[in-house]
């Protein structure tokens, strides 16, 4: 066991938790002690939702541990059933509660409830929470989805949409998006799911003619369940940036057997015209460095590299039930994956491929923010800010706009940030001087002005025998800082190709010219 600060997922649980709030008619028993009700939390204060989880917690208190545990959770189970009558229930235990081994599917068993009870076993010491979400709807959709039946001839063909749940990244304004695009080709939406759906509407699953999955992470075992039991194939081509959203629509048209040429040639993402336009020229090339769950970190480097020209240096996730996915996505950007839960593992990498933006989850922005470079959150988990009132999808030729402001942004915002400190020096503008436009006797200077604060930077094993000069460390200041970490990067790779123990202004001077031929 290890002590840690930060988590990228909580237990299983925490994702079975997801599925449950997501829907409508189903309710969570989960056997667990006094204080593991925390999570209520992630919902009401970061998702900002208006009622709590639908889940009955049996909260049990060190001196029951000398009694019958096992009573405490019939009686939950009970007592919730009477309170709530919701259509399914679904129980289990929490991390600690699993150690007392008291068995809920069993003792859910024994009160014979007249709707279906699902027990969720859910290994806390082995697994987590994406995991956790994934096989609960994946046992949600094997115990509800009604039998195999032939489906009704249709004028139009129809689709269940899969995966978005509670407390996932920007998935409300996704399906809105998706939803669109789908109509537009003319198929209809049999059920959404888990998102809005009821257990009544996970018994209509195999209604469909094909399945959609927009987060694999949650939604990708229960369709190829879907394709085993019902005959029903799925794309989980994920609609994220201009070109993935294209091969979407191209993936659900064939599927459904309809012309993908409307909704294509009716594209009106900025994005592509940016990436073409003279304002984007300086930011060809920028190094990014991308981390988050799977489906949105691989996307974001398709985005980066493909359809704004950055250069990926770095990517990864923490999810390691999809790592191959992510190894050979890192392998087509000819770097080597970061799989990791660490984030400090994950600090590390970052400051040695010395990124000009970093994309990532809430964590990711503290790292940078130590590092000082530029960030943005793509991915899960995240804080308030990043559930915005606002429409702001990641999905669709609409969340390829905004994936434009939010790549594009902390590049070229913070201009003035350079500017102040470029001019910190300076005898006409340093703090001292009085506004120009407020007229006066200027305010005395101070005896020292303080140099501006150089960019963090964590020194590499290859790069901890390198020195830098005074005076080159303030010179490189000057550089605009959506180039500096670029700039220090060519200098230490020219002062270690040539042996040079410490960096001062003209091997600076040097490297810069070396580079620019």
Same mark, same amino acid.
């Given at each position: 066991?290890?002590?840690?600060?930060?988590?990228?997922?909580?237990?299983?649980?925490?994702?079975?938790?997801?599925?449950?709030?997501?829907?409508?008619?189903? =309710?969570?028993?989960? =056997?667990?002690?006094? %204080?593991?009700?925390?999570?209520?939390?992630?919902? +009401?204060?970061?998702?900002?939702?208006?009622?709590?989880?639908?889940?009955?917690?049996?909260?049990?208190?060190?001196?029951?541990? %000398?009694?019958? +545990?096992?009573?405490?959770?019939?009686?939950?189970? %009970?007592?919730?059933?009477?309170?709530?009558?919701?259509?399914?229930?679904?129980?289990?235990?929490?991390?600690?509660?699993?150690?007392?081994?008291?068995?809920?599917?069993?003792?859910?068993?024994?009160?014979?409830?007249?709707?279906?009870?699902?027990?969720?076993?859910?290994?806390?010491?082995?697994?987590?929470?994406?995991?956790?979400?994934?096989?609960?709807?994946?046992?949600?959709?094997?115990?509800?989805?009604?039998?195999?039946?032939?489906?009704?001839?249709?004028?139009?063909?129809?689709? @269940?949409?899969?995966?978005?749940?509670?407390?996932?990244?920007? *998935?409300?304004?996704?399906?809105?998006?998706?939803?669109?695009?789908?109509?537009?080709?003319?198929?209809?939406? @049999?059920?959404?799911?888990?998102?809005?759906?009821?257990?009544?509407?996970?018994?209509?699953?195999?209604?469909?003619?094909?399945?959609?999955?927009?987060?694999?992470?949650?939604?990708?075992?229960?369709?190829?369940?879907?394709?085993?039991? =019902?005959?029903?194939?799925?794309?989980?081509?994920?609609?994220?940036?201009?070109?993935?959203?294209?091969?979407?629509?191209?993936?659900?048209?064939?599927?459904?057997?309809?012309?993908?040429?409307?909704?294509?040639?009716?594209?009106?993402?900025?994005?592509?015209?940016?990436?073409?336009?003279?304002?984007?020229?300086?930011? +060809?090339?920028?190094?990014?460095?991308?981390?988050?769950?799977?489906? *949105?970190?691989?996307?974001?480097?398709?985005?980066? !590299?493909?359809?704004?020209?950055?250069?990926?240096?770095?990517?990864?996730?923490?999810?390691?039930?999809?790592?191959?996915?992510?190894?050979?996505?890192?392998?087509? =950007?000819?770097?080597?994956?970061?799989?990791?839960?660490?984030?400090?593992?994950?600090?590390?990498?970052?400051?040695?491929?010395?990124?000009?933006?970093?994309?990532?989850?809430?964590?990711?922005?503290?790292?940078?923010?130590?590092?000082?470079?530029?960030?943005?959150?793509?991915?899960?988990?995240?804080?308030?800010?990043?559930?915005?009132?606002?429409?702001?999808?990641?999905?669709?030729?609409?969340?390829?706009?905004?994936?434009?402001?939010?790549?594009?942004?902390?590049?070229?915002?913070?201009?003035?940030?350079?500017?102040?400190?470029?001019?910190?020096?300076?005898?006409?503008?340093?703090?001292?001087?009085?506004?120009?436009?407020?007229?006066? !006797?200027?305010?005395?200077?101070?005896?020292?002005?303080?140099?501006?604060?150089?960019?963090?930077?964590?020194?590499?094993?290859?790069?901890?025998?390198?020195?830098?000069?005074?005076?080159?460390?303030?010179?490189?200041?000057?550089?605009?800082?959506?180039?500096?970490?670029?700039?220090?990067?060519?200098?230490?790779?020219?002062?270690?190709?040539?042996?040079?123990?410490?960096?001062?202004?003209?091997?600076?001077?040097?490297?810069?010219?070396?580079?620019?031929?």
């Amino acid at each position: 066991m290890q002590l840690t600060l930060w988590t990228y997922e909580g237990p299983p649980h925490i994702g079975a938790m997801r599925i449950a709030t997501a829907m409508r008619g189903l =309710h969570y028993v989960l =056997h667990a002690p006094q %204080g593991d009700t925390y999570a209520d939390l992630l919902f +009401t204060m970061i998702e900002r939702r208006d009622a709590r989880p639908p889940v009955t917690y049996t909260t049990f208190q060190a001196r029951d541990l %000398g009694a019958d +545990t096992a009573e405490i959770f019939k009686e939950a189970v %009970g007592l919730a059933y009477a309170r709530f009558r919701p259509q399914a229930m679904i129980v289990g235990a929490s991390c600690t509660a699993e150690l007392l081994q008291d068995d809920p599917a069993g003792l859910a068993r024994a009160l014979d409830l007249p709707i279906p009870v699902i027990p969720l076993d859910l290994p806390a010491y082995q697994k987590k929470e994406n995991w956790g979400a994934a096989e609960t709807f994946y046992r949600l959709v094997r115990a509800l989805s009604a039998p195999p039946a032939p489906r009704a001839a249709r004028a139009r063909r129809s689709c @269940n949409l899969l995966g978005p749940t509670a407390l996932g990244f920007r *998935h409300r304004d996704d399906l809105r998006e998706v939803r669109d695009l789908i109509a537009r080709l003319g198929i209809d939406v @049999n059920v959404v799911a888990p998102l809005g759906a009821t257990p009544a509407d996970l018994a209509r699953l195999g209604e469909a003619d094909f399945n959609v999955v927009l987060y694999p992470e949650v939604a990708r075992s229960a369709a190829v369940w879907l394709q085993k039991a =019902h005959g029903q194939p799925f794309t989980d081509v994920v609609p994220i940036g201009v070109g993935a959203t294209r091969a979407f629509v191209k993936a659900v048209a064939d599927l459904a057997g309809v012309d993908p040429a409307p909704v294509l040639d009716a594209d009106e993402s900025r994005l592509p015209w940016y990436s073409r336009s003279v304002d984007s020229t300086y930011l +060809t090339g920028k190094r990014v460095f991308v981390f988050g769950d799977a489906t *949105h970190a691989i996307a974001a480097a398709r985005v980066a !590299r493909a359809e704004l020209g950055f250069s990926v240096v770095g990517l990864g996730t923490y999810a390691r039930d999809f790592a191959r996915e992510v190894r050979a996505e890192a392998q087509a =950007h000819g770097i080597e994956a970061v799989i990791s839960d660490d984030y400090l593992e994950v600090e590390a990498a970052i400051a040695a491929a010395q990124p000009e933006l970093v994309l990532g989850t809430q964590m990711e922005r503290h790292i940078a923010k130590r590092l000082g470079i530029p960030c943005a959150v793509i991915s899960a988990p995240m804080h308030v800010q990043d559930v915005p009132a606002r429409h702001a999808p990641q999905m669709g030729f609409e969340g390829a706009n905004v994936l434009f402001d939010t790549f594009v942004h902390p590049l070229m915002m913070g201009l003035e940030e350079h500017l102040l400190a470029m001019f910190r020096d300076d005898p006409e503008f340093h703090d001292g001087v009085a506004p120009s436009h407020l007229g006066g !006797r200027p305010r005395a200077a101070p005896e020292t002005v303080a140099a501006a604060p150089a960019a963090a930077s964590v020194a590499t094993p290859s790069a901890a025998a390198i020195a830098w000069a005074a005076e080159a460390e303030r010179e490189l200041r000057k550089v605009p800082f959506f180039v500096r970490g670029k700039a220090r990067h060519n200098t230490e790779r020219f002062a270690r190709e040539r042996a040079l123990p410490l960096i001062t202004v003209e091997t600076l001077y040097d490297a810069k010219a070396h580079f620019s031929r």
